[in-house]
């Protein structure tokens, strides 16, 4: 990990998947806040995108995730 950036690491689980996002703390460029929203964003525009197209839609499997924060 830089010391002007991030590191992301995640799980992918049968119906979950797990983000760990940290930066160091000494770096006033990073916001580990708004990546976590950015991430979410982009996550859920992923989501909208596979299941908008009804051919697609098909070929994935739906399942429902939720967006916890646990510290």
Do not use: N
């Amino acid at each position: 990990m830089s010391q002007e950036g991030y590191g992301i690491s995640y799980v992918v689980g049968e119906s979950r998947l797990w983000f760990h996002v940290s930066a160091y703390t000494s770096c006033t460029k990073t916001s580990v806040p708004q990546m976590k929203e950015a991430l979410k964003k982009a996550l859920l525009d992923m989501y909208q995108i596979c299941f908008a197209d009804p051919s697609l839609g098909r070929a994935v499997t739906k399942k429902v995730f939720s967006i916890m924060r646990t510290d």
